[in-house]
């Protein structure tokens, strides 16, 4: 099967290529490489330079690589930043997914296996978040990813695009062999901001906030392994080859860590110190995100392979040591 994974060259995308790549998809790669790293993308993928915007480069890739569905992880996705630039939001993410849409219907690729998030609930009320919980974004970021998902849910009305969104919560990790892992400029993310103080490249981190309503104070995510949640992209496409029926599903473990306890579990895996001084909430976070994950195990067969906190952290930390500058070009 012919698919195209833009925003291959990014963190998520560079390991979804990878794993079609083994399974046996011939894979293109859309990538503007604001974000992405070239070398991240396996050598067996086509890869386009070009941004989602620009629909000539997905008509041609379409076309010429005659594309059968269409992976889709090209969007900005820091909560903090989307406070201060919506409209860098609502252009690279709302934006992109209407061009998108329009060749997708032009060229008549009939399916979306789309990168959602936790960010669409918001402050959620339910300790284990469903599918079916109220969506009420608290960001621009959450926002854009609510409206993308509700831009394809009226083209698969309209035009049969059929979609799984998947509403991650918070992917973390590298591939267990070290080939890939996560290298943003500059880095936002916990666990790796945690890696580099380990290494020594940071003094610090600074946690933000303990006067959240939580046990410790300090906000609570649920980690996924980024393989795990692949493997749940491929699921999504089979699944779609065999039901022609869109689904939505969340992409998370059910547990729940601290920020407090994230660093406790990194000190652990690394040996080291890793010094953590208190600052200011991050505007836009919601004090707690964990999955309820029962539908995708159920409705795909989804069983995540990482078990504890402390492995998925280990590959991360493996990645970080081999590649204290990350990728080099
Ligand atoms: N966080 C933090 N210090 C940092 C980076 C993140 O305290 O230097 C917190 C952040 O406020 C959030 C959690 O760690 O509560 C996870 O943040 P991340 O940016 O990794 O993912 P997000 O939840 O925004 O998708």
Redesign the pocket.
């Known amino acids: 099967m012919n698919v195209l994974v833009i925003g291959g060259a990014g963190y998520i995308g560079s390991h979804a290529v990878n794993k079609l790549v083994k399974k046996g998809y011939a894979v293109s790669v859309l990538d503007n490489l604001i974000t992405g790293h070239r070398e991240a993308v396996d050598a067996s993928a086509k890869f386009y330079l070009g941004d989602i915007r620009d629909k000539k480069i997905l008509n041609q890739i379409i076309q010429e690589d005659s594309i059968e569905a269409i992976f889709h992880f090209a969007a900005s996705s820091l ?1 903090g930043e989307s406070v201060e630039q919506p409209l860098k939001y609502f252009n690279n993410n709302v934006v992109g997914m209407e061009v998108l849409l329009e060749a997708m219907q032009e060229n008549d690729v009939k399916k979306i296996i789309f990168s959602s998030t936790a ?1 669409v609930y918001g402050e959620a009320e339910a300790s284990l978040i469903t599918e079916a919980e109220p969506k009420q974004p608290t960001s621009p970021y959450g926002e854009s990813k609510l409206m993308m998902e509700n831009m394809i849910k009226w083209c698969d009305l309209a035009y049969g695009i059929k979609f799984v969104s998947l509403r991650y919560f ?1 992917v973390a990790g590298a591939l267990r062999t070290g080939e890939i892992g996560e290298d943003h400029d500059p880095e ?4 790796p ?1 945690v890696l580099q103080a380990a290494l020594g490249q940071r003094e610090e ?5 303990d006067d959240y309503n939580t046990p410790d104070g ?2 609570i ?1 649920d980690y996924v392994h980024v393989e795990d949640l692949i493997e749940a992209h491929i699921l999504s496409l089979e699944y779609l080859n065999q039901h022609n029926d869109s689904q939505i599903f969340n992409l998370g473990s059910s547990t729940g860590y601290s ?1 407090k306890e994230i660093v406790d579990a990194s000190r652990k895996v690394t040996g080291k110190d890793i010094p953590a001084i208190m600052g200011e909430r ?1 505007a836009g ?1 919601p004090a707690k ?1 964990v999955a309820a994950s029962e539908k995708a195990r159920e409705i795909l067969g989804w069983q995540p392979a990482y078990e504890t906190i402390e492995d998925i952290i280990q590959t991360a930390w493996n990645w970080h040591k081999a590649n204290p500058a990350g990728y080099v070009e």
């Open positions: 909560v960010a918070n936002t993310h916990l666990i901001i981190i600074t946690i933000f906030g300090t906000c995510r920020v991050r976070d995100l």
